[in-house]
């Protein structure tokens, strides 16, 4: 097995647990996702002999490349966990068992709509953008509740929680704020009592930030950078935040 990416497993493994022990949770209420967005098979295949078994990708191209690798190992779990296009929808579901970035009622109608014609049903996130910068995806805080209310008139959709990405290039405490901004947003949700909608789910946190958002609350972190090295292109390139809204 290739050493660095088993021994950054175990570096990250004991930074959320210290982060835990920090915050006075519990190791267990944080779910770790590796994020594999231009990662080769080979270093994926050395995360799984390490045991890791969860995890995302952004582009719907390489769920469809490491589709071969999900078929080996039934036992992987893969989210989506990057902007989705609506003429995206038919090819996504095919792969993922929840996808973390429905951030419009829009998304929320053609995702329902093609999960009715294959008789299923989708767990969801709601993507909130909680650093309200233009260039990123997400309902914007201010309308994220009523857009829940929205999507969870639809029964192919099962609301498991929200999602953010922090805000780049930021102090602590400014990643701190979205992350709690977050939590704030799912405390709102959760007094509504709304049918259908669960908020088990807080995604927040990745390999820059990801202590911070378990000490706000994160039950689920996705990593990559940590785990498989750096990447060729910067993060923002990944998350697709610089592109214009197409549908």
Avoid at 41 to 54: D, P
Avoid at 107 to 128: F, P, R, W, Y
Wanted: hydrophobic fraction near 40%; charged fraction near 25%.
């Amino acid at each position: 097995m290739d050493q660095l990416v088993e021994e950054n497993l175990i570096t990250v493994r004991q930074q959320m647990e210290l982060a835990c022990r920090t915050s006075g949770r519990q190791m267990e209420d944080v779910t770790l996702l590796l994020a594999t967005k231009t990662v080769p098979l080979e270093k994926l295949q050395q995360a799984i002999r390490a045991g890791e078994t969860l995890f995302g990708e952004n582009k719907v191209q390489e769920l469809r490349d490491k589709f071969p690798l999900m078929q080996q190992h039934e036992q992987l779990e893969w989210h989506f966990i990057g902007h989705l296009q609506t003429n995206k929808v038919k090819d996504v579901v095919k792969y993922v068992t929840l996808i973390h970035s429905v951030d419009r009622l829009k998304l929320g109608q053609a995702l329902h709509h093609q999960l009715m014609k294959e008789n299923k049903s989708m767990d969801i996130l709601v993507q909130v953008n909680t650093s309200y910068e233009e260039s990123k995806f997400g309902a914007a805080p201010e309308t994220a509740v009523e857009l829940v209310e929205q999507l969870s008139q639809f029964d192919t959709l099962n609301i498991k929680g929200l999602m953010t990405i922090g805000k780049f290039n930021a102090t602590d405490e400014e990643t701190r704020d979205c992350f709690r901004l977050l939590k704030n947003i799912q405390a709102q949700i959760i007094e509504k009592n709304m049918p259908k909608v669960n908020m088990d789910i807080l995604s927040m946190g990745m390999s820059a930030d990801f202590k911070v958002a378990i000490e706000e609350g994160a039950t689920m972190i996705r990593v990559g950078t940590s785990v498989f090295g750096q990447r060729y292109l910067p993060d923002g390139y990944y998350w697709n935040e610089n592109i214009q809204q197409l549908d």
